[in-house]
């Protein structure tokens, strides 16, 4: 079934360390995204891709760092720039590029900090 | 305001009409959107209504769209405790080359049984 994969589901960070949490997709979609939510808020933007090897800043970019060297594969990593990194952290994917339809979204991955 | 907003919480009665409302910021957007979360879990996509519409039915969902007020409610009839989740509304807004999402702070619908 096509769809899009977070791993892992759950994920731990010590203090000063990099963490990468990966998302693939297996729908052909042109553009992905990274959103963070946190409790009793919406999801906000952190990069978004719309084609292979560009990617853009969303709201809150800070601390976080992006790639997007396949088609299929978007990885966020989480730098020890980001001092409030616990959250919950979901990927989606469009199919149209400039995007203007639904966005398809992965389970998430669960950061916290040990 | 910039913020999509939305009620932080709803309790109904099972088999009782479930409506959940949402005030958007963005009379430009092409679609808007009604995503379902559940425990632990990524958004759903639930229905979405094109910005020429007033109305979009499907099965126990309705959408309603007063584009006027900018206000965007989703109806649940016959509410389940399957439908215990939370409930965003999303808008579309063009930013730097391409059409986002931008969610609301989710409503948290409780069925009591």
């Known amino acids: 079934d096509g769809g899009i994969t977070q791993s892992p589901k759950y994920l731990f960070r010590k203090e000063g360390q990099n963490v990468t949490l990966s998302c693939e997709q297996n729908?052909?979609?042109?553009?992905m995204y990274w959103y963070r939510q946190d409790p009793g808020q919406g999801l906000r933007l952190i990069y978004y891709s719309q084609i292979v090897n560009d990617f853009q800043k969303g709201d809150i970019a800070e601390g976080y760092s992006v790639s997007r060297e396949k088609k299929e594969s978007f990885p966020l990593t989480v730098t020890s720039a980001q001092k409030n990194p616990t959250a919950f952290y979901l990927c989606?994917?469009?199919?149209?590029?400039?995007?203007?339809?639904?966005?398809?979204f992965g389970d998430g991955t669960r950061l916290s900090i040990l | 305001g910039e913020d999509v907003e939305q009620s932080l919480f709803l309790s109904v009665r099972e088999g009782d009409s479930s409506v959940i409302n949402c005030t958007y910021t963005?009379?430009?957007?092409?679609?808007l959107y009604w995503y379902k979360q559940e425990p632990g879990a990524g958004l759903q996509l639930l229905t979405y209504i094109f910005s020429n519409m007033d109305m979009k039915q499907d099965q126990r969902l309705t959408v309603l769209l007063n584009k006027k007020d900018k206000h965007l409610s989703l109806r649940i009839a016959d509410t389940q405790t399957g439908d215990s989740a939370i409930y965003f509304c999303a808008e579309t807004r063009w930013q730097t080359g391409a059409n986002n999402l931008f969610f609301g702070t989710g409503t948290r619908l409780t069925v009591i049984p």
């Open positions: 963005d009379s430009s957007s092409t679609y």
């Open positions: 989606a994917s469009i199919g149209d590029r400039g995007g203007d339809g639904p966005q398809h």
């Open positions: 729908l052909n979609h042109d553009a």
